[in-house]
Nanobody, 128 residues
Framework: QVQLVESGGGLVQAGGSLRLSCAAS????????MGWFRQAPGKEREFVAA????????FYADSVKGRFTISRDNAKKTVYLQMNNLKPEDTAVYSC?????????????????????WGQGTQVTVSS
């Protein structure tokens, strides 16, 4: 397992941008799938984006396609979520997660049950 620490959350106006970072420690990061999930008050955790070990494959929820970009830097053991054109409905606690070894089935990237390490989360609030 890896230990994960998110940063970069905050308060932003609608239409603005934020970049979240997730720093990992441990030896398995470079061979792990990484995902971002979010949870708003009173709602279930939902998938946002994921990336495979090499960064060659990315996956997005329909609600964020074209606005969010996930990327990773294996040398820095960090995964990023660039969020543009933010909307009030993007308000949530955003958590990163790791699955080791990398997932074999593309559908697995969307399920939180496939991930075995989680960060504590960072709050993103988008005002209208």
């Amino acid at each position: 397992q890896v230990q994960l620490v998110e940063s970069g959350g905050g308060l932003v106006q609608a239409g603005g941008s934020l970049r979240l970072s997730c720093a990992a420690s441990g030896s398995t990061f470079s061979s792990s799938a990484m995902g971002w999930f979010r949870q708003a008050p009173g709602k279930e955790r939902e998938f946002v984006a994921a990336i495979n070990w090499s960064g060659g494959n990315t996956f997005y929820a329909d609600s964020v396609k074209g606005r969010f970009t996930i990327s990773r830097d294996n040398a820095k053991k960090t995964v990023y979520l660039q969020m543009n054109n933010l909307k009030p409905e993007d308000t949530a606690v955003y958590s990163c997660a790791a699955a080791w070894p990398d997932l074999n089935y593309s559908g697995s990237y969307y399920s939180p049950r496939e991930y075995d390490s989680w960060g504590q989360g960072t709050q993103v609030t988008v005002s209208s």
